[in-house]
C-alpha cells in the first residue's frame, strides 16, 4: 500500500497477532468488566502525520482512552480519547508532537487498564513523490514524519542520494529487483522477524514503470556501539549441527547482553557460507531455514552470501543467487555506525560446471568483484567526503592468503582475482578494515591503509569436532576455536577481540608440551592404523625429548607479544609455522578411527600464529603472557607435562 494515496486523516487499519482482550484467561472479573474482544496489534505500523490510527476489535466503548508509552524508558505516554467507534474497529488521533518509535498499547476505562500489547510506529510525511522524467523508482526516506536529507539510495547499479526534502529518484533498469537504502550514522530502521534489517524493498513492477518506496528511520545513538562478525555456519541439518548452533546461539546471545551492558547499540553481520548448497534439496535445508535460525540472534543481523549460498541447480552466477535475493536481500549494499562506513560485497562468482535443473553442479567458483558491483561501490564510496571515515569491507572470501613465514617473517599475497584493483578503489581512506571468512582460520594482514582479519567459523571444522561421538570440542583448522569476533566501534577508535564458543573472552591461546604431543594411532585412532596417519601428522609422531613448547595465539597480529619466563627468567620466544595438534586429534585422526578419510579442505593448516620456546627440563612451570595490540594481557601458568587431549585447554 502506498500510504501518499491516502488522504491527510486516512486510518490504517492494522493486522496481526490476535489478542483476546484478557491479560489471563483465568480472571474472569477483569475479563468481564472490559469484554472486549478481538484486539489486533501488529509488531509494526506506518502512518500518514496528522492520521489516524485504526484498530480491530469489539467492546470498546465511545468514552474508553487508548495509552501508549514508550518503550525507551523515557517514561513518554500519551492518553488517546477513542474516536469512530464501531462494532468491529476503534481509532485514535495521534498528536502532531508524536514521535516514532516502539510503544506499549493499553486500553484504559474507568481508571483500569488493558495491556493489548507492543507497537512499533512509524510516522510518515503526508505528500506524494511526483514523477520526473526517466526516473523509475522514487520516494522519501523520512523520520517522525519529516525526511531526511543526504541519504545514498541504490538498486545496486544506480547511486544517489535524498534532497533537502528526503526526496530520491532512480533511473533504475530494476535488474536486482529491489532498491535500497545506506541507512546513515544514529539512525535504525525496523526489522522483520525479530532481527532483519528492512533496509530495502522489491520492486513490483516493469522496468519502465515509475514505482515508489519509502523508507522509515527511527533515531538512536549509535556512535558508540558492538559489532559482532559471524561468518561460515553451513547449516544443512546434519553432523548433529542444529543441536551444536543453539550452543552457539546461546553463548552469543550471552555475549550480546553482557556488551550491551553500559548502553551500547549492539548489531551482528554474517560472511556468508550460511547454508551448504550441496544439501540444499537432498536434507530439504537452504536458505529460509537458516534465516529460522538466525532469527535466535537477539540483535539485528546484516547478512551476506558466501559461495555455499547459492542455488546448486543453476550453472552461472546471476541465477544462482536469486534465490539469496528473494529469501534473504540484497547481495552487496552499505550502511553506516557510528563514524564507520560498512560496505558489504558479494565477492563470489558462482560457476557450477555441469549444473541443470535437478541436477547438482561441480559449485566451482572464482573469487572476485565482479565489474558492475565494482562500479556500484566506486558511487557508494564517492558519497563518503571525509577520506578519514573507517571504512569496514565485509566479504566471504579472502584478499590475502593465509599468511607463510619467511625466515621467521610473515609473507603476504594478495589471492583474490581482483584483489588489486579492490585495493586500489579503497586506497582513497586513511581506515580500512576488511572482514573475510571462508577459510575457517583466524589470520591478519596489515599492509599500508588496509588491514584483513580473516575470521574463523561458527561451525569450526563444517560441525565435524563437536558431534556425537567424535572430539566434544569445537576447533577450527588452525587450532582456533569455534566462534566470532566483537569489534568496538568509538568514533574513530576501532577495537577488537575473537570470542570462542563456551569460552570466557580472555581465552585468547592455547599452549602444548611437545614431549607430550606424541600421537599415535594406539592413542588417538584404535581403530586405524600408524601408516594412515602418518599422511596428516607425521609433524608429531615422533617421540621428542627437547622441551619445546608451542603456543597457538589465534588472534594474533604483527603488534602483539608473546613473553615466557621460566624461573623469573626470560626465554627466546620464536614465531613458527606449524601444524595444531588438537585439532589433529579432534579431525582427522577420529575420521580415520571412524573408518573415513579426512576431507582434504577440512584438514589442518599450518599456521603462522604459531611460536615456539625452549624449556630448561621436562617439568619446569613456564609463565605466559601474551598482549594484544590494545594492551589486553593474557596469561597462562603452564604446568608441565601437560598432556594432549581432546578436552584440552
Given amino acids: 500500500m502506498n500510504i501518499y494515496l491516502q488522504k491527510l486523516c486516512a486510518c490504517l487499519l492494522l493486522s496481526g497477532a490476535l489478542f483476546t482482550g484478557c491479560s ?7 475479563k468481564n468488566a472490559f469484554s472486549v474482544y478481538g484486539v489486533s496489534v501488529p509488531s509494526s505500523v506506518t502512518v500518514v502525520s496528522g492520521g489516524l490510527l485504526t484498530f480491530s476489535g469489539s467492546g470498546v466503548k465511545a468514552d474508553d482512552m487508548v495509552e501508549l508509552t514508550a518503550s525507551d524508558g523515557t517514561g513518554t505516554a500519551f492518553t488517546l480519547p477513542v474516536e469512530d467507534v464501531t462494532d468491529k474497529t476503534f481509532s485514535i488521533q495521534l498528536p502532531d508532537d508524536f514521535v516514532s518509535g516502539s510503544y506499549s498499547v ?23 513523490v511526483p514523477d520526473k522524467e526517466g526516473m523509475t523508482v522514487k520516494g522519501m526516506v523520512y523520520c517522525d514524519g519529516k525526511g531526511v536529507p543526504g541519504v545514498v539510495v541504490s538498486d545496486g547499479f544506480e547511486v544517489t542520494v535524498t534532497d533537502s526534502k528526503g526526496i530520491y529518484y532512480l533511473p533504475s533498469q530494476k535488474k536486482n529487483g529491489y532498491v535500497f537504502i545506506s541507512v546513515p550514522a544514529n539512525y ?9 534489517p528492512q533496509f530495502f524493498k522489491y520492486l513490483a513492477q516493469a522496468a519502465s514503470v515509475t514505482e515508489q518506496h519509502d ?86 543481523v546484516f547478512n551476506l552470501p ?10 552461472n552466477d546471476w541465477d544462482a543467487e536469486e534465490p539469496y535475493k528473494e529469501q534473504v536481500g540484497p547481495t552487496y549494499y ?17 560457476i557450477n560446471t555441469g549444473a541443470s535443473e535437478g541436477v547438482i553442479g561441480e559449485r566451482n567458483y572464482d573469487g572476485i568483484v565482479v565489474e558492475n558491483q565494482m562500479e556500484w561501490l566506486k558511487k557508494d564510496l564517492a558519497c563518503i567526503t571525509d577520506k578519514s571515515t573507517p571504512v569496514i569491507v565485509g566479504m566471504h572470501i579472502n584478499l590475502y592468503a593465509n599468511p607463510t613465514l619467511t625466515g621467521g617473517q610473515q609473507t603476504d599475497r ?55 561421538g567424535y572430539a566434544g570440542n569445537q576447533i577450527c583448522k588452525d587450532g582456533s576455536l569455534g566462534g566470532y569476533a566483537v569489534w568496538d566501534l568509538d568514533g574513530d577508535n576501532l577495537q577488537w577481540y575473537y570470542k570462542g564458543i563456551g569460552y570466557d573472552r580472555n581465552y585468547q591461546f592455547r599452549t602444548y608440551d611437545l614431549n607430550e604431543t606424541y600421537i599415535t594411532a594406539a592413542k588417538y585412532a584404535p581403530n586405524s592404523t600408524d601408516e594412515k596417519l602418518e599422511a596428516y601428522a607425521a609433524d608429531y609422531m615422533a617421540k621428542r625429548s627437547d622441551n619445546k613448547v608451542l603456543i597457538n595465539v589465534w588472534g594474533y597480529d604483527e603488534n602483539w607479544k608473546i613473553e615466557v619466563t621460566e624461573e623469573g627468567k626470560a626465554l627466546p620466544v620464536e614465531r613458527v609455522s606449524a601444524k595444531d595438534p588438537l585439532h589433529l586429534i579432534s579431525y582427522e585422526a577420529l575420521r580415520l578411527n571412524a573408518g573415513s578419510a579426512p576431507t582434504e579442505s577440512f584438514l589442518t593448516n599450518y599456521t603462522a600464529h604459531m611460536f615456539e620456546v625452549t624449556a630448561s627440563s621436562a617439568n619446569s612451570t613456564l609463565e605466559i603472557k601474551v598482549t594484544d595490540r590494545f594492551g589486553n594481557v593474557y596469561t597462562e601458568t603452564m604446568t608441565r607435562p601437560k598432556a594432549l587431549s581432546c578436552d584440552m585447554r
Fill in 24 to 30: 489471563n484467561e483465568n480472571d474472569a472479573n477483569w
Fill in 106 to 128: 493499553a486500553l484504559v476505562r474507568a481508571g483500569e487498564k488493558l495491556a493489548l500489547g507492543t507497537l512499533n510506529i512509524n510516522m510518515a510525511p503526508a505528500s506524494e
Fill in 188 to 196: 535504525e530502521v525496523e526489522c522483520k522477524n525479530g532481527n532483519e
Fill in 215 to 300: 523508507f522509515a528511520l527511527r533515531k538512536v545513538d549509535n556512535s558508540h556501539c558492538k559489532l559482532f562478525v559471524m561468518t561460515d555456519f553451513h547449516l544443512a541439518n546434519r553432523n548433529d549441527d542444529l543441536s551444536q548452533y543453539s550452543q552457539f546461539v546461546t553463548d552469543v546471545n550471552k555475549t550480546i547482553a553482557e556488551e550491551s551492558l553500559e548502553g551500547n547499540k549492539v548489531y551482528g553481520i554474517t560472511l556468508g557460507d550460511l547454508s551448504w548448497d550441496v544439501y540444499w534439496y537432498d536434507n530439504s535445508f537452504a536458505l529460509p531455514q537458516f534465516m529460522n535460525e538466525v532469527n535466535k540472534i537477539q540483535c539485528p
Fill in 306 to 315: 558466501g559461495n555455499h549460498d547459492n542455488d546448486p541447480y543453476k550453472n
Fill in 334 to 350: 552499505s550502511f553506516n555506525l557510528g563514524k564507520a562506513h560498512i560496505v558489504m560485497l558479494d565477492n563470489t562468482r558462482y
Fill in 414 to 468: 594478495v589471492s583474490l582475482m581482483n584483489g588489486n584493483a579492490l585495493k586500489e578503489v579503497l586506497s582513497q581512506f586513511d581506515n580500512v578494515q576488511i572482514l573475510t571468512g571462508h577459510t575457517h582460520v583466524n589470520f591478519t594482514v596489515e599492509e599500508d591503509n588496509l588491514m584483513e582479519h580473516n575470521v574463523a567459523a561458527v561451525c569450526a571444522t563444517w560441525w565435524w569436532t563437536g558431534k556425537k
